[in-house]
């Protein structure tokens, strides 16, 4: 085998692992992108939740107010 050989093998191998590499980081980011969506989705429910349960006593007189406006 020639040295040139054995340089181009050695190169081959190492641009494999290198992409080998890059796949492992694109897929590990595209999981952490995923867990990230889900934490920003927690927290905006759980703000959803208590905006509702801070204003629910506005939202029942919100409601009363249309029911009685039906029935009149």
Request: glycine share 12%; no cysteine; aromatic share 0%.
């Given at each position: 085998m020639h040295m040139s050989s054995i340089v181009?093998?050695?190169?081959?191998?190492?641009?494999?692992?290198?992409?080998?590499?890059?796949?492992?980081r694109w897929n590990a980011e595209e999981g952490q992108t995923f867990a990230e969506y889900?934490?920003?989705?927690?927290?905006?429910?759980?703000?959803?939740?208590?905006?509702?349960?801070?204003?629910?006593d506005q939202i029942a007189s919100v409601f009363s107010n249309v029911t009685s406006g039906l029935t009149s």
């Open positions: 181009r093998s050695l190169n081959d191998l190492a641009l494999r692992g290198l992409a080998r590499l890059q796949v492992a889900g934490l920003i989705l927690g927290i905006i429910a759980v703000g959803l939740i208590a905006a509702a349960v801070a204003l629910r």
